[in-house]
């Protein structure tokens, strides 16, 4: 053996010997660190906190975006002999009086989809339109009375073609279920720092390319990849936020960060105000959502996650700076091992649990499937009258910063709810307001003043966001630490159905001739769900009951 193959070898021993050896962060408490020794909710953690917070209002205006920008404006067939050959204007027909004889009149109003045959294309007076007869449009002509230019108004998304603008909807809801699923675990593997910018470049591109389709097809391709990254950028910065706090602080931290994205989007409807064409709507949260690439050279990267991944030496870096930050004396070795998880106990009979083996427990396999049911109604009814903004009598604008801005005291019920009366009772109550609010909105006679019915849907809506709120920390409660995570992700993507669903729900109005179809459903749903989460609470106490004199009784003989 030569003496470089000797000290090889050599080499190669020591640094097997060095990752034997326990580094002081193996093992880190984290919570128990941040409790007693760097603080839980510091200088460091405010700031950051803060900063991670702000995308959560680019989220918004993504997310609740198509409220305007797919907006479908009243609109009539375009008369060629009627109308100006130059710069046709959608209320020409009745302001010229020519409504008359080239459109069909129907219960609420002009005929938005067909027009009187055209038998001479002589002169626009009566006696050039059969009113016998009718044809579908071959070009349509819109009011721009609320938005100039919508995606609608560039792709004619009406009449034979309207069935599109709500599957652009639930074409961007699935990109948000494929995107909960595939930045989750990316964000596990490589870290939710790159997650993030990834997610910002997919955000800021997906939205920038979208203004230039020229086709449908196109444009529900980029929605399909932007949601992808909207969710995942959410995600990221929720976590990234919430794992450098303390664990007295993560129900407050994970509150607030939703009060940011109510702020985009009443953003959103300022922009929207303002802008009124889609395009330039887009751009204005699409163009700046590019700033936070700037984050790359401050955020910090997840110190749990570095720790989880044994990259020590960054890790302690990134304790030293929060210490540093929050004003207390710099970590030593011996902080970190004062501060380590205890050593786990060997349990002989553990059985690794998964999907397969809940499900063969009844009593669980019901309770995840009533939280299944739970979450669905919830996002169907948050989104369903999140997207209704636009068909309330009234200005749209107006209608729908009233039903954003009942999200604060939904969102700050549901954590005094959840602080001072428990996540069940909260979440039972919650849904119960939105069911009857819904209820009550469907049943409202036609002769009531308009203003009633948006009554009742803000607070159809301060439910249902009362309810998005508690339904995480509620759905953590039920289920054994084995499987918590798996039923907590679960059922987030089971929530996707309903927000996949709700622009079908909005149509039902329209599709079978009864307007309080829609919130008949949504009534429903809540109301059903209150009920089965009333009956599982129930039945859980009572489990917890009978569990717990059985263990008394065990120890007493």
Not at 33 to 56: D, H, S
Request: with cysteine.
């Amino acid at each position: 053996m030569t003496d470089n193959e000797g000290r090889r070898l050599l080499e190669n021993e020591d640094q097997r010997l060095l990752e034997d050896v326990e580094h002081p962060l193996e093992n880190l408490d984290m919570d128990l660190l941040l409790e007693n020794r760097l603080g839980e909710f510091g200088r460091y953690q405010r700031t950051i906190y803060f900063l991670v917070c702000l995308p959560a209002a680019l989220t918004a205006a993504i997310t609740m975006g198509s409220v305007f920008n797919e907006l479908v404006p009243p609109h009539r067939c375009q008369v060629p002999v009627c109308d100006s050959g130059v710069i046709p204007h959608y209320a020409d027909a009745n302001l010229l009086g020519y409504a008359n004889f080239t459109l069909p009149q129907t219960k609420d109003g002009w005929d938005e989809c067909n027009m009187y045959q055209e038998i001479s294309n002589k002169s626009c007076s009566s006696g050039s339109f059969s009113t016998n007869l009718t044809q579908p449009c071959s070009r349509f002509l819109y009011a721009k009375d609320t938005m100039e230019s919508t995606v609608v108004t560039d792709f004619n998304l009406v009449c034979t073609q309207s069935w599109k603008a709500p599957l652009s909807n639930s074409i961007f809801f699935s990109g948000v279920l494929v995107g909960a699923l595939v930045y989750g675990e990316l964000g596990d593997i490589f870290g939710r720092k790159n997650v993030f910018m990834l997610c910002i470049l997919q955000c800021s591109l997906g939205g920038i390319l979208s203004i230039f389709s020229t086709d449908f097809t196109t444009f529900s391709t980029l929605q399909f990849f932007t949601a992808m990254g909207q969710v995942g950028l959410f995600q990221c910065s929720f976590v990234l936020g919430i794992e450098l706090v303390g664990r007295n602080k993560r129900v407050f931290c994970g509150i607030i960060i939703e009060f940011f994205f109510v702020f985009g989007e009443l953003i959103l409807a300022l922009a929207a105000w303002i802008l009124r064409d889609w395009k330039k709507i887009v751009l204005s949260y699409s163009v700046p959502g590019l700033l936070f690439f700037s984050y790359y050279f401050f955020l910090p990267r997840s110190i749990r996650w570095l720790i989880s991944k044994r990259r020590f030496k960054e890790a302690e870096l990134e304790l030293q700076r929060i210490a540093k930050w929050n004003g207390v004396e710099p970590l030593k070795s011996e902080n970190f091992i004062k501060f380590r998880k205890p050593e786990p106990q060997e349990e002989v009979n553990e059985e690794h649990e998964g999907l397969l083996s809940l499900l063969r427990r009844p009593k669980l396999t019901g309770r995840l499937l009533t939280i299944f049911f739970c979450w669905t109604v919830t996002t169907l009814v948050y989104y369903g009258l999140s997207f209704s903004a636009a068909s309330l009598a009234g200005d749209a604008y107006l209608d729908f910063t009233l039903l954003a801005l009942a999200e604060f005291p939904g969102y700050t019920l549901s954590y005094l709810g959840m602080q001072y009366w428990g996540r069940k009772y909260t979440l039972s109550c919650s849904l119960l307001v939105a069911g009857v609010s819904c209820l009550a909105s469907s049943i409202l006679p036609a002769s009531w003043p308009p203003y009633i019915q948006t009554i009742f849907f803000l607070l159809g809506k301060l439910g249902a966001t009362a309810s998005f709120g508690t339904a995480y920390l509620y759905t953590s409660e039920l289920f054994p630490t084995p499987v918590r995570n798996l039923c907590v992700g679960l059922s987030s993507m089971t929530g996707r159905i309903g927000a996949i669903t709700s622009p079908y729900i909005l149509d039902l109005g329209e599709m079978t001739g009864v307007s309080w179809a829609p919130m008949g459903v949504f009534a429903a749903g809540a109301i059903t769900s209150k009920l089965l989460v009333g009956c599982l609470f129930y039945f859980y106490q009572k489990l917890r009951v009978k569990s717990c004199r059985v263990h008394w009784l065990k120890r007493k003989n």
